[in-house]
Structures are given as C-alpha cells and as structure tokens.
C-alpha cells in the first residue's frame, strides 16, 4: 500500500535520460558540436545505469 508513494528511480533516469537527448539534438542543431559531444556522453552513462537497473529487476 505504501509503495503506491514511493518514487520509482528507474522513470526518473528514463526522464533525465530523454532530456539529455532532447538537449544534445538542440545543441547540435545550433551547432555546438563540444556541448552536443558532452551532453551525449552523459546521455550514454544514464543509459547504462537504466540497462542496469533494468537487470536487476529481472
């Protein structure tokens, strides 16, 4: 019952993990090919901690 209000930790990375993308295309778009480089590379590493994630609830 009480799990109902607990925040689940694997969303939150999928939502950061979007935003991330989001933020890489527009820098790319306005060419900003370092920003865009450094905001893929923490797109990447949140993707690993949600593969990992991931695994572990199965």
């Known amino acids: 019952m009480f799990g ?18 989001e933020e890489a295309m527009h820098a790319q778009r306005n060419g900003d090919i370092r920003g865009y ?4 590379e923490e797109s990447e590493t949140l993707y690993k901690e ?9």
Do not use: C, G, M, V
Request: proline fraction near 3%; glycine fraction near 0%; avoid cysteine.
């Open 4 to 21: 109902l209000f607990k925040s689940d930790p694997l969303k939150a990375l999928k939502k950061q993990y979007s935003q991330k993308l």
């Open 50 to 58: 949600i593969q990992k994630l991931e695994a572990e609830t199965k």
């Open 37 to 40: 480089a450094k905001l893929t």
